[in-house]
């Protein structure tokens, strides 16, 4: 197990590698550039080309990219220019990251604590009325867009019945601030005012968040559950007389989790893409709408960051996944 976890790291490190790099060329390739945005309409020729010169943006890229490259692994990217002007990118970052880890974990606990048990029930009644109306289900939370779902959930429970609050991660309520995650927060100095108010802000946006995972999870859970409950060796262990709680959990959930442990990789992974719509819905804010409004801003030291910790979030839950796989079969660690 050691000597594959070593060898999956060895080929996270190569895989950030060259996502940096194609990053940053696919951001310096965009129009306009964070020398027009630091001039703006000031801009002239001369003070255009002494800024160029200053930034180090006349040198060839491979040049500007090793640059980079130190920078970032000695945590320097530079100050934000338009998503909090002048402030550091990494404090940026720090402090809007808890609030999209904390929207997203919820928004994945939601799609795996329904998708995975209603998937499965789904697949012991297969043709059955909870088998269908389960698959329609999951066919319009795949089909209905992210943000039309936030914005109706917002209209109906905190516009129309006012039962459930539609902006921000908390009221202006006097809390302490510890990890920057509010509900834990909350726990931890014991303001339970505090957890449950923060709490009451992540439903709505977290069910709007959680919808597509939901629907996936559920569908690839169905799927492999009716795929694996025909194999021969579910069959043997009905002939050994094995009662069906074992046969359940140790022959068809577990060969069936292989499938859907990647499934829940991949929607984690994918957490960030529906979270820039459902932030920017509710006010949320996360790194989502700092994305949003980098590429608004024209922030290319902010987009460069956040795309960058994007795709190493994402690398990462992939090496979980992978990990878990060698877990739950030990034939993969052999390979």
């Not at 895989?15 to 001039?39: D, E, K, M, N, Y």
């Not at 990789?265 to 949003?292: H, K, R």
């Not at 839950?317 to 060698?326: K, P, R, T």
Request: with cysteine; aromatic share 10%; hydrophobic share 55%.
């Amino acid at each position: 197990m050691l000597r594959y976890t070593v060898r999956r790291l060895g080929q996270l490190v190569l895989v950030v590698l060259v996502l940096s790099l194609l990053i940053f060329a696919w951001l310096h390739s965009l129009p306009g550039g964070p020398v027009s945005a630091l001039l703006g309409e000031r801009a002239t020729p001369e003070s255009t080309r002494a800024l160029t010169i200053q930034l180090g943006l006349d040198q060839p890229i491979f040049v500007q990219y090793w640059k980079f490259l130190l920078r970032a692994l000695s945590g320097d990217f530079g100050v934000s220019l338009g998503v909090q002007p002048g402030a550091s990118v990494v404090d940026v970052f720090l402090t809007r990251f808890p609030a999209t880890i904390e929207l997203s974990v919820c928004a994945i606990i939601l799609a795996i604590v329904f998708g995975i048990p209603l998937g499965y029930l789904a697949a012991r009644r297969r043709g059955g009325w909870f088998d269908n109306l389960s698959i329609g289900a999951s066919l319009i939370g795949v089909a209905v867009p992210v943000f039309f779902l936030a914005f109706l959930l917002k209209y109906i429970f905190a516009v129309k019945l006012g039962i459930l609050p539609s902006l921000g991660r908390q009221d202006a309520i006097d809390a302490t601030r510890v990890t920057g995650f509010f509900v834990l927060d909350g726990l931890l100095t014991q303001e339970w005012d505090a957890s449950l108010n923060a709490l009451k802000h992540l439903i709505l946006p977290s069910i709007a968040l959680a919808t597509i995972p939901f629907a996936v999870i559920f569908r690839i859970t169905r799927a492999a559950v009716l795929d694996v409950q025909d194999e021969d060796y579910v069959r043997t262990a009905e002939s050994k007389g094995l009662t069906t709680r074992v046969i359940r959990a140790r022959h068809v959930l577990r060969n069936a989790m292989l499938p859907v442990v990647t499934t829940i990789g991949l929607q984690t992974g994918a957490l960030l893409a529906g979270a820039v719509l459902t932030e920017g819905v509710f006010n949320f804010p996360g790194v989502g709408d700092a994305l949003a409004t980098g590429f608004r801003q024209h922030d290319y030291p902010m987009l460069e960051m956040l795309v960058l910790v994007a795709a190493i979030v994402y690398v990462l839950v992939n090496l979980l996944v992978d990990l878990s796989y060698a877990l739950i079969d030990p034939r993969v660690r052999a390979k």
